[in-house]
């Protein structure tokens, strides 16, 4: 079993004080994995993601029960600048670029914090040109004027040169054509698989989501209802046909919510 680099321990977010959006979310990452967040628009993937990397306040969000655990080590009270110093960087949702600098200068931004010298920044850049050879031939131009593909790229790029641990990645193909899509998650997987670096994504793209993962999490109306490893989630009935659109009606119009239809126990959680 690898280690626990995360620990979500039954976490409950409420924003401006009265509107409960997580209501109880447990889930576990390993070291070195690749864990998806599934769910439609307005499950609370970003939320969680949001409570995991402190940026709930911006958003007058707050964790009002529970517990998250960075290799045991509580992190509620940390600041985002302390989570990117222990290695955990969030990629939002939307890309995010600095639309007035240039790529390159957007990717140097992620080693702002780094303290190991311009050799060791260069040798990353180096890198992430490796991962991502199209940011190569657009470094020189203003992110602004860059497809979304690139912007993408650019936003996950920025957050490897700060060599984080883990990444928390944000609905990554939003608003992307197919086959970036398939780019954007093949470099995740290899990064993964030869940097070691452990994922964190919310993704609605559930199908997508499940052939990358490892381990997955389907949130509804800010509860967890299902999870497993991704393999048996990918061949369960209910997610084919929930998620995966596979049977039920072809536009989704004769399905209700996949608590209404399905009822299950529980299983007992991580709460102590």
């Known amino acids: 079993m690898s280690n626990i680099l ?60 529970g517990s998250i655990e960075l290799r045991g080590e509580r992190i509620e009270a940390l600041s985002t600048s302390e989570m990117v110093n222990r290695g955990v960087i969030q990629v939002m949702e939307g890309r995010h670029c ?29 890198k992430v040109y ?23 790229m650019c936003a996950i790029g920025r957050a490897l040169m700060a060599s984080p641990k883990m990444v928390l990645l944000d609905e990554p193909s939003m608003g992307l054509a197919p086959q970036i899509v398939e780019e954007v998650f093949e470099i995740v997987k290899d990064l993964n698989t030869r940097e070691q670096v452990t994922f964190l994504l919310a993704e609605q793209n559930t199908n997508m989501a499940l052939r990358y993962a490892d381990y997955g999490y389907i949130l509804e109306n800010g509860r967890i209802v299902m999870d497993g490893a991704a393999a048996s989630l990918r061949e369960n009935q209910d997610v084919k046909e929930f998620y995966l659109g596979v049977g039920g009606a072809a536009d989704g119009s004769a399905r209700k919510s996949f608590k209404d239809v399905k009822s299950y126990k529980r299983r007992k959680r991580w709460l102590a």
């Open 6 to 65: 995360l620990n979500v321990n039954g976490i409950e977010v409420i924003y401006n004080h009265v509107i409960l959006v997580l209501k109880g979310v447990s889930l576990q990452v390993p070291e070195g994995r690749i864990v998806a967040l599934m769910g439609g628009n307005g499950a609370g993937k970003t939320t969680t993601l949001r409570a995991v990397s402190n940026l709930l306040q911006s958003e007058r969000g707050a964790v009002t029960k």
């Open 98 to 126: 600095f639309a007035h600098l240039t790529i390159e200068e957007n990717l140097l931004t992620g080693a702002y914090t780094r303290r190991d010298g311009k050799a060791a920044v260069a040798a990353t850049l180096e």
């Open 130 to 152: 490796n991962y991502f050879p199209r940011l190569k031939t657009r470094r020189t131009s203003q992110a602004a004027y860059t497809s979304g593909g690139e912007q993408q």
